[in-house]
C-alpha cells in the first residue's frame, strides 16, 4: 500500500454476525425432543464448535455482555448448527483524499479462517441477502449509498476469505458552512476596496490586511481538522486561490498607488531639477495639477477594471472547481 496516495482511516460498526450451514453430526438429536432445534445457553456454548472467523483488517474489537453475552446458538435435529453473535469493530479503511470533502470513499471488511485452509473450511455468503444494513442509519459524515459482497483473494496460506465493500459518499454540508461560505464572504469583502477612493490610504491598506489575515486564519483553523496527507486535496485549491484573490487585491491597490503618484514624483524631480538648473517654466503649477489629475484618473481606471475582472475571475474559477469535483468521482 502506497501511502503518498492512500490515507488510512479508521471506521467502526456494530454488527451481527451470523454463521450457519454446517453440520455436526455429534450434535444430531432427531426426535428426542418435540422441537426443531435446541437453544443453548451461553454458558454450554463453548463446549460446541464453531468456524474460526476472524477480521482481517481489523484493529480494534470486543463482543457485547450487557447483561449477558450477546451471542445465540441453535442446534436443529439433524445435527444443523447456527451461530450469532454481536461484535463492535473497529477495521482500517485506506481512502483516497484528492477531491475531499466532495470524494466517495469504499471501506471493506475482509473476513476469513484464521487457520484452516479450504480443503477443510469455506465460507460463503447467504445467497439471498447476505448483508442487512439498518434502514434508519445515519452517519454524520457520510452517507452510505451502496454495498456489495464477493469472494476475496486471501494473503496468507490459502484460507477462506470473504469480502464486505460498502460505497460511502461524505456530507459536504458541514464544509459548505464552516469553509466555502465563508470564504467566499471573506474574498468578496476584499473587493470593496476597488470602491474606495484612491487617497483612502488607511481604510484600503486596513481592508486588504484584514482579509488576508482572515483568510490565513480561517485556512489554518480548517487545516486542524483536515487529514493530513502529503498531496494536494479540493479544500487546498479553494483555500489556496481564495488566498491569492484577497492577497491580489491588497497588492492592486499597492499598484494603484504607485501609479497614482508616479508621474507626480516625476514632475517634481523634474521641477528641482530645473530650479538648480535656473530654469523657469510657465504655468508650473497648472502643468503640476493636470499631472495629478492624470495619475488619478489612470489609477481610477485600474480600479474599474478590477471592479469587473475579479468578480469575473472569480466566478469562473467557482464553475470550474464546481464542474471538476462534483461531476467526477
Given at each position: ?46 463446549n ?14 470486543y463482543?457485547?455482555t ?20 454481536r461484535?463492535?469493530?473497529?477495521a ?17 471488511l ?15 455468503w ?9 434502514p ?15 469472494n ?147 489609477a481610477?481606471?485600474i ?12 466566478l ?14
Open positions: 500500500m502506497c501511502y503518498s496516495f492512500f490515507h488510512i482511516c479508521d471506521f467502526t460498526l456494530s454488527t451481527f454476525v451470523s454463521q450457519e450451514g454446517w453440520i455436526d453430526t455429534r450434535l444430531s438429536f432427531r426426535n428426542l425432543i418435540p422441537a426443531d432445534y435446541l437453544e443453548l445457553d451461553s454458558r454450554l456454548m463453548e460446541v464448535w464453531v468456524p474460526d472467523l476472524y477480521v482481517r483488517n481489523e484493529k480494534q474489537a463482543f457485547h450487557v447483561t449477558i453475552p450477546n451471542k445465540m446458538l441453535h442446534i436443529y435435529k439433524n445435527g444443523v448448527v447456527k451461530y450469532r453473535s461484535i463492535t469493530l473497529t482500517s479503511c485506506p481512502m483516497k483524499l484528492h477531491k475531499y470533502p466532495m470524494d466517495r470513499q469504499m471501506c471493506s475482509f473476513i476469513q479462517s484464521f487457520a484452516f485452509t479450504t480443503n477443510r473450511l469455506v465460507f460463503r447467504r445467497k439471498n441477502e447476505p448483508i442487512r444494513l439498518n434508519n442509519l445515519e452517519l454524520p459524515q457520510f452517507t452510505p449509498y451502496r454495498h456489495e459482497t464477493e476475496c483473494t486471501d494473503i496468507g496460506e490459502g484460507n477462506t476469505c470473504l469480502q464486505f465493500n460498502i460505497y460511502l459518499e461524505r456530507n459536504i454540508g458541514f464544509y459548505m458552512i464552516q469553509t466555502y461560505i465563508p470564504s467566499v464572504l471573506i474574498v468578496m469583502l476584499s473587493w470593496l476596496s476597488f470602491w474606495l477612493n484612491v487617497d483612502a490610504v488607511p481604510a484600503r491598506i486596513s481592508l486588504g490586511i484584514l482579509t488576508v489575515l482572515t483568510m490565513t486564519t480561517q485556512r489554518s483553523m480548517s487545516n486542524v481538522s483536515l487529514p493530513r496527507v502529503s498531496y494536494v486535496k479540493a479544500i487546498d485549491v479553494w483555500m489556496a486561490v481564495c488566498l491569492c484573490f484577497v492577497f491580489s487585491a491588497l497588492l492592486e491597490y499597492a499598484c494603484v498607488n504607485v501609479l497614482s503618484r508616479n508621474q507626480l514624483r516625476r514632475r517634481l524631480r523634474k521641477d528641482m531639477l530645473d530650479r538648480q538648473n535656473g530654469i523657469q517654466e510657465p504655468k508650473n503649477g497648472l502643468i503640476s495639477g493636470l499631472m495629478i489629475k492624470r495619475s488619478r484618473d489612470n481610477q481606471n480600479d474599474d477594471v478590477c471592479r469587473i475582472a475579479f468578480p469575473v475571475s472569480f469562473v474559477f467557482c464553475i470550474v472547481y464546481w464542474s471538476c469535483y462534483l461531476t467526477t468521482h
